[in-house]
C-alpha cells in the first residue's frame, strides 16, 4: 500500500486547511486510516481516524471540534479538513493504514505510512 499525503502549507492562526491521502496498491475490505502529527523535537501523535468498513470517525481531544476526518471511497482518498487553525497545529502531518480496522491512536498500531506533509500556522 502506497499513501500519498497532500495539501499542506502556510495559513494564518484561524484559517483552514483540507490535507489529502491518497491510497493505492494493495486494498484492503476493511481497514483504518488516521492522521498523526508530529512538531518539530516532539512525538508523533494521534490526530483522527476513520474505519472504511465501519465508517466511523474518532478524534484526539485536542482538536474535536476543530477537525473533520472523512473519506471518498471511488477516489481512495482520506481528507482531514482543518478549521480554526492555531500556531499549535504546526506540525508535519502523516496519513497512515491498519489494515485490521482498530480504533487505534498509537503510531505503531499502523503498518502504512505516507510521507507527511507541513502545515505551518502562523500567529
Known amino acids: 500500500v502506497q499513501l500519498q499525503a497532500s495539501g499542506g502549507g502556510l495559513v494564518q492562526a484561524g484559517g483552514s486547511l483540507r490535507l489529502s491521502c491518497a491510497a493505492s496498491?494493495?486494498?484492503?475490505?476493511?481497514?483504518?486510516v488516521g492522521w498523526f502529527r508530529q512538531a518539530p523535537g516532539k512525538e508523533r501523535v494521534f490526530v483522527a481516524g476513520?474505519?472504511?468498513?465501519?465508517?466511523?470517525?474518532f478524534y484526539a481531544d485536542s482538536v474535536k471540534g476543530r477537525v473533520t476526518i472523512s473519506g471518498d471511497n471511488a477516489k481512495n482518498t482520506v481528507y482531514l479538513q482543518m478549521n480554526s487553525l492555531k500556531p499549535e497545529d504546526t506540525a508535519v502531518y502523516y496519513c497512515?493504514?491498519?489494515?485490521?480496522?482498530?480504533?487505534?491512536?498509537?503510531?505503531?498500531?499502523?503498518?502504512?505510512w505516507g510521507q507527511g506533509t507541513l502545515v505551518t500556522v502562523s500567529s
Open positions: 497512515a493504514l491498519d489494515p485490521r480496522m482498530r480504533t487505534g491512536v498509537a503510531p505503531r498500531q499502523y503498518d502504512y
Open positions: 496498491g494493495r486494498t484492503f475490505s476493511a481497514y483504518t
Open positions: 476513520i474505519t472504511w468498513g465501519a465508517g466511523s470517525s
